[in-house]
């Protein structure tokens, strides 16, 4: 089967592209100069379609610069880990307004970083997590190939125990570790209750594909 990937708007407003820049101060002795992004839209089509007729659909135009942007940039892909919620809509959309050949589609960014010197490009994994959220989205510095990474269908993976209660380091250390190793993005609150309602079960959590807390 066939797929697209159409370059769309940018992603970030002025005051998102501000933001990361913060937040990269805040994590990293990077010297980077500016952040710009841009939607990707990952198209997998039952046969070959009018490509206009999804742009229009989509909302885009024609903006393959953004492709080939700043000299020296260093270019981050980001993805969904699973079918997004926006995929689920604009997929069923598209099917009702007459492009019944779209049998999915997807959308990522395309997030650009522009460094004030040469060194910044080698402190890119200091602040990698605050371009994306782990738990829900992955990162690539090549194109994802759509078949292979955004449509590709995987297996369901096996239920994990964490058993927190026997850890040494007490259950709150082992769940705050646990969750900053497979990017969970649990907050001491949820930390606190969790331990709280496994305690009250008198059973250890389990974590499915490593992506969420099982009660």
Request: with cysteine; net charge negative.
């Amino acid at each position: 089967m066939p797929y697209e990937i159409l370059v769309g708007q940018p992603c970030f407003a002025a005051w998102q592209s501000q933001k990361l820049l913060d937040g990269i101060a805040k994590v990293s002795q990077a010297k980077v100069k500016s952040i710009t992004g841009f939607w990707l839209y990952y198209i997998h089509l039952s046969n070959t379609a009018d490509i206009s007729e999804i742009k229009a659909f989509l909302g885009i135009s024609d903006l393959d610069e953004a492709l080939r942007g700043v000299i020296g940039a260093k270019d981050v892909y980001i993805t969904p880990r699973t079918m997004s919620p926006w995929s689920s809509q604009a997929t069923a959309i598209a099917q009702v307004c007459g492009l019944p050949n779209v049998v999915r589609v997807e959308r990522g960014r395309l997030v650009k970083i522009e460094f004030d010197s040469e060194s910044g490009d080698k402190e890119f994994s200091s602040f990698i997590n605050v371009l994306y959220d782990r738990m829900t989205e992955t990162y690539s510095a090549t194109q994802p190939h759509p078949e292979n990474t955004v449509f590709a269908e995987s297996t369901r993976g096996p239920l994990v125990v964490v058993d927190i209660f026997a850890d040494s380091r007490g259950p709150i250390t082992a769940l705050t570790e646990y969750s900053k190793e497979n990017g969970l993005g649990l907050d001491d609150s949820e930390i606190q209750y969790l331990i709280e309602v496994f305690q009250d079960l008198g059973r250890r959590p389990t974590i499915l594909n490593c992506s969420c807390l099982a009660k």
